[in-house]
């Protein structure tokens, strides 16, 4: 799409509150100017530039996404909100629905059709009432207060795990990469063990999850779609198999547990499998997706504020509300979707029946509404902020608890274990704008430690 990046945000389309529901056919078209001023946008969003633009600085876009409403026009159709209330009461409102294997099937175009697509709308993610309630009842609460006292430990060795590959690395070749040893190693891991995954899998897992990825980006060229194609068809064999051979020798893993559950809740045994299957690839790539992006954003965040790390370390009771600025600050999920269906709603966004819904979650973190100074990076922000990272609602992070606790258990340890680890090359990001990953973030260990003088 060839756009004017010089327009300016157009005074028809001025900041406003969301408004009341009106059926497509009869709303308004968006103006010309502002739906391309809304591309211009996304465009440089998704930008993979290193310095100062896209996705190594998008905060400046967001904020003139901001300038131009807070329910604006989308390219495509259908709008996008831009503020935190707009987006907080989208997601909390159930009216609103997810963009399933039902929709996608009623749009007529290859890209809604292709084989990564249809496997990431019958996810648990993107699917909805009845049968996103049945999932949920089944499994139950995943992630409860006992099941994270029982993972700690393993996670502590998980994460000592990986400290030792990056130290080994730092030693062998004087800097190691932090995103892929770290950021993918730790959560391919823990999600891995708790489902029973074979470790000598974890690598084919990454590159299936971050591959399918590309198939809820906004932009992806045909070369991101063949390869979200040919990752989804892989991930979805993969535990096809897996999920066939531990119904054959079960052992005492979550994957197994699946599988007796929903024996009993489903009749039919190859839907059981199906069933089984998905939730497995699923749980691998919400873990690791969401997860990769707060352990990269946190060590990038702390590194370019030493000050803040250099306070957590003689006061590691502050790290989880650091976690969660993490989350707020740079969430990794920047834009997600949902439909509209018609019905009434109390969030009062005007989208028609079918019409998509895009929320940028990105933006509304960043809204000087919802938070003060939102720009500031700030480990010491009063709390708690209710951020929007692990989502809202019916569809709100089924893995949030184990998320939150490996962020806290790798930063208590790599700012005690490594006072010196310091970013030593910009990091290199992937050209998205929906799910944010670096793709690549090279670290090292500086001659001595950084002093600084803070309050109590």
């Not at 979707?337 to 966004?349: A, F, K, Q, Y």
Request: glycine residues 6%; charged residues 25%; contains cysteine.
């Amino acid at each position: 799409m060839s756009v004017d990046a010089s327009i300016a945000c157009p005074q028809s389309v001025p900041p406003q509150r969301a408004t009341r529901s009106v059926p497509a056919e009869t709303a308004t078209p968006p103006a010309a100017d502002a739906t391309r001023r809304v591309a211009v946008l996304l465009s440089r969003l998704r930008s993979a530039r290193k310095f100062g633009d896209g996705q190594s600085n998008p905060w400046p876009t967001y904020e003139q996404l901001r300038e131009c409403g807070d329910v604006v026009p989308s390219p495509w159709g259908g709008v996008m909100v831009t503020s935190y209330e707009a987006a907080n009461a989208v997601l909390r409102d159930r009216s609103f629905r997810t963009p399933d294997l039902e929709w996608r099937q009623q749009q007529g175009d290859v890209r809604w059709n292709s084989p990564a697509n249809t496997e990431l709308s019958q996810m648990m993610m993107l699917l909805n009432a009845p049968e996103h309630t049945r999932q949920r009842r089944v499994l139950g609460n995943t992630f409860d207060r006992a099941t994270l006292e029982r993972l700690t430990p393993v996670i502590e060795g998980l994460v000592d795990s990986v400290l030792d590959e990056l130290e080994l690395r730092m030693k062998e070749d004087g800097s190691a990469d932090y995103a892929e040893i770290v950021g993918d190693g730790l959560p391919v891991a823990a999600v891995g063990h708790w489902l029973g995954v074979p470790a000598a899998d974890f690598a084919d897992l990454c590159v299936w999850t971050h591959g399918q990825s590309w198939a809820q980006e906004l932009f992806p060229t045909a070369s991101q779609m063949a390869f979200a194609d040919e990752s989804a068809l892989s991930l979805k064999a993969y535990f096809q198999d897996l999920v066939a051979e531990r119904t054959k020798s079960p052992g005492d893993d979550v994957l197994s547990s699946w599988i007796r559950a929903w024996s009993e809740a489903e009749e039919d045994p190859e839907q059981a499998a199906t069933i089984v299957a998905r939730l497995a690839s699923f749980a691998i790539m919400a873990g690791l997706e969401t997860t990769s992006n707060l352990v990269n954003a946190g060590m990038w965040l702390l590194d370019r504020n030493p000050e803040q790390a250099d306070w957590l370390r003689y006061h590691p009771e502050g790290i989880p509300a650091a976690t969660e600025e993490i989350l707020r600050y740079d969430p990794a999920v920047a834009i997600t979707t949902r439909v509209g269906s018609g019905s009434d709603s109390p969030s009062e966004i005007a989208v028609g029946k079918g019409q998509l819904v895009y929320v940028c979650i990105g933006s509304a973190h960043h809204d000087p509404r919802f938070i003060a100074d939102p720009d500031r990076f700030d480990v010491r922000r009063p709390g708690p902020v209710r951020h929007l990272a692990f989502g809202q609602g019916a569809h709100f992070c089924l893995g949030a608890g184990l998320g939150r606790l490996e962020s806290n258990v790798l930063l208590r340890k790599v700012l005690t274990r490594f006072p010196t680890l310091r970013v030593v090359a910009e990091p290199v990001w992937e050209s998205r704008a929906a799910f944010r990953r670096m793709a690549s973030l090279r670290v090292g260990l500086a001659p001595k430690p950084r002093f600084y003088s803070f309050g109590a």
